[in-house]
């Protein structure tokens, strides 16, 4: 059958993902720096073999045969149709341009973790201008490529779908236009109510990392992940990868404040789960992955914001924060609450609350957009920066490249056209919870005595469990009885802060 031959395509392809998935943890996490060149070699070999499998010329009478077969099942005929999906956008994009595409996120992304530091942007330009001209080749070929099917409107949709299959463009700027009309009024408000409240108490005295590990590791576990199927580590910057039987989670650890640190993890914790709560009955084919960088952030932030940084969880995590790092007024539960709840505009987006988080990433995707699509240049970047945290958060960054355009590893590892991801992520999460609350009544009893079991069923039933054989619409559709509507977000933010 053509159908077997292709899902052992696939299959294989899947397999080489997968090293290529473990080898880019070991360089963030174990790599000694000198490693870095012949590593950087080795991924982008992978990427050219895994390039040479999906472009093999028989592929495509493979297809057609199997096009034909009728006893195919249900998620067999979804599952090609995501095969057969890969296979045109893999043939679109030349294999050179792929090495070339490997080697130099490899090298910039390297060079960014010395260069951020020295707030260098003279030297780190010319290697960012590389990786974007890279990516709009990307994205033309792409356009060009799947020209008949009428994928994309240009090429800035063409990187969006890279992460996001299916999202366009339209959708992004009329929920962003939507956001940006709302969050700047709310914003003020929160402030204002803010500035007659008391100041948060800071953590008093530095903790150790073993500690933090110890308190990480435990809450980890409580959030349902699996310490036979994964591990934590330290890197530079938080992820997760891995596979789906094999979860790396990492993060960093600050002796000063560790709070910040626990809701990452928490936060990476959601991209575990989603993963290795996928059917394993589609392990290693197009249906069983993910369904893109927008629900894998719904997950995280439901997590993370959702659960995390709801008052039930505070109120029974603070007690185990005071076994584990010792006690601490800023451990308790009051102030924990307030901590968490601080609304401040600030310079780094991964340290940003909910209300501004929004506004970085606008600021991003309004920047690597009108650069894809020829409205800017790589060197208009400081400017166009420090123009929009002005306009939005009202903060000077001229001057200051590390923590403004040069914070991100995004840009610099190619992963141009992820950033919306995150506030899309963010809108669907409060979607969802929202349909949660409704399907499982007592959901705050359940948080505030740390039984997680029926929401975990919840989301494995509705989110995990369908993987990719449904688009976001119909997802969305499914599960809330709508498509994304961000009413549900900023009803999120004002019951939270307001």
């Known amino acids: 059958m053509s159908y077997t031959k292709l899902e052992k395509t696939f299959y294989r392809l899947?397999?080489?993902?997968?090293?290529?998935?473990?080898?880019?943890?070991?360089?963030q996490v174990m790599m000694p720096a000198k490693g870095n060149d012949s590593r950087g070699q080795a991924l982008a070999e992978l990427s050219v073999i895994a390039t040479e499998i999906i472009q093999s010329p028989e592929l495509e009478d493979a297809f057609a045969a199997a096009e034909e077969e009728v006893d195919l099942e249900p998620w067999q005929k979804i599952n090609l149709s995501k095969m057969r999906e890969k296979w045109l956008k893999a043939n679109a994009v030349p294999k050179a341009l792929v090495e070339a595409q490997a080697i130099a996120s490899n090298q910039c992304e390297y060079a960014w973790r010395s260069l951020r530091k020295q707030n260098n942007w003279k030297d780190f330009e010319p290697q960012l201008t590389e990786i974007f001209n890279l990516s709009r080749e990307h994205a033309q070929a792409l356009v060009t490529g799947l020209e008949k099917e009428k994928t994309y409107q240009n090429e800035y949709e063409a990187l969006l779908d890279l992460y996001d299959p299916g999202t366009k463009l339209t959708r992004v700027d009329d929920v962003f236009d939507a956001l940006k009309q709302v969050i700047p009024e709310l914003l003020h408000q929160v402030l204002e109510r803010q500035r007659l409240q008391p100041k948060p108490t800071r953590q008093s005295h530095s903790i150790d990392k073993d500690r933090q590990v110890a308190l990480s590791k435990h809450i980890m576990s409580l959030l349902g992940f699996d310490f036979d199927a994964g591990r934590l580590d330290e890197a530079a910057h938080p992820f997760s990868g891995g596979s789906s039987d094999d979860s790396r989670i990492t993060t960093r650890y600050s002796p000063d404040n560790v709070l910040e640190g626990l809701m990452g993890i928490i936060h990476e914790t959601g991209h575990a789960r989603y993963e290795s709560g996928l059917p394993k009955a589609w392990r290693n084919r197009p249906i069983g992955q993910s369904m893109g960088m927008g629900v894998h952030e719904s997950q995280s932030l439901f997590f993370e914001m959702q659960v995390g940084r709801s008052e039930h969880f505070i109120q029974a995590i603070s007690p185990k924060l005071q076994?584990?790092?010792?006690?601490?007024p800023a451990f308790e539960t009051d102030n924990l609450l307030t901590l968490y709840r601080q609304v401040t505009p600030g310079l780094i987006r991964v340290n940003a609350d909910e209300v501004t988080y929004p506004l970085?990433?606008?600021?991003?995707?309004?920047?690597?957009?009108?650069?894809?699509?020829?409205?800017?240049?790589?060197?208009?970047?400081?400017e166009r920066w420090n123009e929009a945290m002005l306009s939005y958060l009202g903060l000077d960054t001229r001057g200051n490249f590390t923590d403004g355009p040069m914070q991100d590893i995004h840009w610099p590892s190619g992963a141009i056209g992820y950033f919306p991801s995150y506030t899309l992520g963010a809108?669907?999460?409060?979607?969802?919870?929202?349909?949660?609350?409704?399907?499982?009544?007592?959901?705050?009893?359940?948080?505030?005595?740390?039984?997680?079991?029926?929401?975990?069923?919840?989301?494995?039933?509705?989110?995990?469990?369908?993987?990719?054989?449904?688009?976001?619409?119909?997802?969305?559709?499914?599960?809330?009885?709508?498509?994304?509507?961000t009413e549900y977000f900023i009803d999120h933010l004002k019951n939270r802060y307001l």
């Not at 076994?323 to 601490?328: P, S």
């Open 360 to 382: 970085h990433v606008i600021l991003r995707y309004e920047i690597e957009r009108d650069i894809i699509l020829g409205r800017m240049e790589v060197k208009d970047i400081p």
């Open 323 to 328: 076994q584990y790092l010792g006690r601490d």
């Open 14 to 27: 899947s397999q080489l993902s997968q090293a290529s998935s473990f080898l880019g943890w070991d360089q």
């Open 427 to 485: 809108l669907t999460a409060a979607q969802l919870f929202s349909s949660l609350k409704k399907d499982v009544t007592d959901v705050d009893d359940l948080i505030g005595k740390l039984e997680f079991t029926p929401i975990f069923n919840w989301l494995e039933k509705n989110i995990w469990h369908n993987a990719s054989s449904l688009n976001y619409d119909e997802l969305m559709t499914q599960v809330t009885g709508e498509t994304l509507n």
